[in-house]
């Protein structure tokens, strides 16, 4: 019964940092593709931060992300870089090496 | 006149006419290994010593080893990062990257206006941006990344140079929106290695055209603008003896100072003689000589002095002689041209002697010889110091020929040495081919090389003999 439940030694499978330029287009969608993502894709079983560089570029720095929007997976590893909008979710996939489902015809 | 940021690079701001445009982002094109990050590290480091904080950005390599190599310069960024007026920024683009939709470099834009803050920044340096341009396949996303990029630095208000590999693919696009374009480039001209740069656009300020030459030296980067040459010298009055009194009579009074004197002759016919003379008497005079020797070390052009009785050893220990002594095939002209300018300028001698200037073929070919001879003549000339120059010209040359060569024509006098074998022996001839501005003697004098220095006859063995610049030898007083 992995829930919402997050609390001591259970840590969802998939933490990712989403870092954006807030109120900037590729930004915005890529924030409402992310969320229509884990929701459709990985259940409850996931952690999402927002970054907003605009607010403060030193996470950024730090993780040596200069594209924006980009999505950094933390766990689980290894470490990989979504950039873009999100749009595409089979790259999403590919970065999570989650098998890309059987497409209707 | 646009507001402008001194780089601090020795002969850029000449070339710039005083700086880059102060706020605005300057775009430094050059293929591999050119010298661009040496320029924008340069930049940033005169920048900061000057009291202006930089920001660093380099897409391509990491932090340490970037300051490794510039510390091989003598420019100590960790100090500078530690008193908070540098700062770096090395992003690794390596890191497996998968793309997924639209987006921009706002991240970057973010990180380097939040950290030019931080240290108050007034200067920057983006290296390899088309590493970071490289991102987007799409050309025209490209292009729109590289306006917003260049748009958002300029709103920073920041004086900046962004480096940009040559053949990357849609930096043309760069030029039309930036202000100032800088090229730099390097290329092997007969075995010889030669960098250039060039401004190829500065919207609303003027600068000088030409490729400028330039070196990456042990202490950076050394620039030498090709002038566009300015003649508004002011007519030259004073006179700096020859050494030898007869000389200085068929001179009408010797040689003009801060002119340019060409000694020549064929081989043996006593041009280092003669210079070495001057070189003394100046000496004697209290002035100091730069004696560039492209033919003989500093000992052996001692040794072989002592026998026309010119000791240059105490002048050499006064200090008021300098010989530098290079090799021509040793390095290539621009090279050369460097080590003798810098001689001159931590030198400041009121005249500089070149044994043979004919040898500056040797560096090269013969057009980057005359390149060097010009340019060495007008640095002098800038500066007010005589230059005498001995040329080697083929054997048998008559003097009516001697001063048939380009070089002449931008020299204000030349003094011409023939010999010719007679039963006694060689008869050694001198004559004054030409001395603009003077009233100088023009026939032909027959000179002895004695233990005792050059003397000349008193009668001339053609008296009349008209010199080829006969109209500026109109009304010499001829014996």
Known sequence: MPDHDFSNSERPKFRFLLFIADGEPNSVAAKENLRSFCAEELGVDHEVEVVNVLDDAQP???HGIVLTPALLVVEPPPRVIVAGSLSDRDKIRFALRLPTPARAL | MIPKQPTGIKGLDEVLQGGLPKGRVT???????????????????????????????????????????????????????????????????????????????????AIIRQKAKAIGAGVFAIDASDRLLGLFHDPSQRSRRLQGLHMALQ????????????????????????????????????????????????????????????????????????????????????????????????????????TSVIIAGASGTGKTTLASTFSAASCAAGERVLFASYEES?????????SPGIDLRPQLEAGCLRVLSRLPEAMGPDQHLFSIIEAIEEFSP????????????????????????VRLIY????????????????????????????????AECVVGLEQEWRDEGFERRIAVIKSRGTNHANGVY??????????????????????????????????
């Not at chain 2, 390097?186 to 075995?191: F, N």
């Not at chain 2, 004919?358 to 057009?367: C, K, P, Q």
């Open chain 1, 60 to 62: 950024a720095l730090d």
């Open chain 2, 27 to 109: 775009v430094l094109r050059g293929g591999h290994g050119t010298g661009k990050t040496v320029f924008a590290l340069e930049f940033l480091w005169r920048n900061a010593l000057a009291g202006e904080p930089g920001l660093f950005v380099t897409f391509e390599e990491q932090a340490s080893s970037l300051k490794e190599n510039a510390l091989a310069m003598g420019w100590d960024f960790q100090r500078l990062e530690d008193e908070k007026k540098f700062a770096i920024i090395a992003i690794d683009l390596t890191p497996d990257i998968v793309m997924s939709g639209e987006f921009n470099i706002d991240g970057a834009i």
């Open chain 2, 155 to 258: 709103n920073q208000k920041l004086t900046g140079i962004i480096t940009v590999k040559d053949d990357a693919p849609g930096m043309d696009q760069f030029e039309y929106v930036s202000d100032c374009v800088l090229r730099l480039d390097q290329r092997v001209e007969d075995q010889i290695n030669t960098r250039r740069l060039r401004v190829t656009k500065y919207r609303g300020s003027g600068y000088l055209s030409n490729e400028h030459p330039f070196l990456i030296t042990s202490s950076g980067v050394r620039l030498l603008p090709v002038s566009g040459v300015g003649l508004s010298y002011a007519p030259p009055s004073a006179r700096a003896s020859s050494g030898v009194s007869q000389l200085d009579e068929l001179l009408g009074g010797g040689y003009f100072a801060g």
């Open chain 2, 298 to 306: 500093e000992s052996s052009l001692v040794r072989a002095m002592l």
């Open chain 2, 350 to 373: 009121h005249h500089v002697v070149v044994d043979a200037i004919s040898a500056t073929e040797r560096m090269g070919n013969e057009s980057a010889a005359f390149d060097f001879q």
């Open chain 2, 379 to 410: 640095h002098c000339k800038d500066r007010g110091i005589t230059c005498v120059f001995t040329t080697q010209a083929r054997q048998w040359t008559r003097m009516s020929d001697m001063a048939n060569f380009e070089l002449s024509s931008l």
């Open chain 2, 446 to 479: 027959p000179f002895h090389i004695t233990s005792r220095g050059v003397e000349i006859e008193s009668a001339p063995v053609i008296p009349g003999h008209r010199s080829p610049h006969a109209r500026e030898s109109e009304g010499g007083r001829d014996a």
